[in-house]
């Protein structure tokens, strides 16, 4: 968490989710889903970026921002502008 941009009673704006997303198998979409739905339930404007083996997949149909997993750059740039990893 970037404690230096936010007090820690500021409501999280950003959010990074790692995992073995994007690879076809359904129990990691499955949870990817879940997860981004009790996020969504707490904050409906929370913007959220997945790292995955497939972007373009896990963006449409997630309706998150989405990195590739050795895209070490991108990786870098969401990490940088996230209150949460």
Do not use: W
Request: net charge positive; hydrophobic share 40%; aromatic share 4%.
């Amino acid at each position: 968490m970037n404690t230096s941009k936010r007090k820690s009673n500021t409501p999280c704006r950003s959010i990074v989710i790692c995992g073995a997303y994007g690879a076809d198998n359904l129990g990691d979409e499955t949870l990817l889903k879940v997860i981004i739905a009790q996020l969504r339930s707490i904050n409906p404007a929370l913007s959220i970026c997945v790292i995955t083996r497939k972007p373009e997949k896990t963006a449409l149909e997630h309706g998150v921002s989405a990195v590739h997993t050795f895209d070490f750059a991108a990786i870098g740039r969401a990490l940088k502008g996230a209150d949460m990893f």
